[in-house]
């Protein structure tokens, strides 16, 4: 662990228009954003893996590594994870690609992307999740603010539905973690 946050707190300093946090997640944090991957069956993707907090979790929860893909921009960071997770399939790319790496029915995407108050970004990464996602699929994602980062109009353009996991008080910054699903009609 004392090595993640080195090589964290080192890509903070040498890409921070990359490295959005302050800090990598804590494993509160970690088991909260990945409860339920263990019940669901087909891939799960992991966008913005960082140095690996959720991976680890999604992993120690049983997860078959050969399900799971990291979606990781920062390269250091995909040879990082390379070395801790083998088996695991790392791809250096943004999350904005999820539609274009060949997989289907995916069951879960967590997600470490900041997307609060970019509508944007928001489209590319939740909007093209979902069309690669199983029906009954989930999206987890970690934000810093009180609510949630995908605005109630966004959710209903995308046809999506919110829930407030939690709050993590015990991550640097406190963590929320919401889920969206799709509208079931």
Known sequence: MPRDFAVFFSELIRNPDEVRAIAPSSSATARLMTRGVEDISGPIVEIGAGTGAFTREILARGVDPKRLTLLELNPRFCVELCEKFPGVHVINRPAE???DIGLSNIG?????VPVLAKPALQRAVVGRAFEVMAEGAFFTQ???ANSSPITPDM????????EKRGTVWANLPPARVFEYRRRVS
């Open 142 to 144: 970690i934000t810093y």
């Open 155 to 162: 959710q209903g353009e995308l046809g999506l539905v919110s």
């Open 97 to 99: 690609d999820i539609r």
């Open 108 to 112: 879960a995407v967590i997600s470490g």
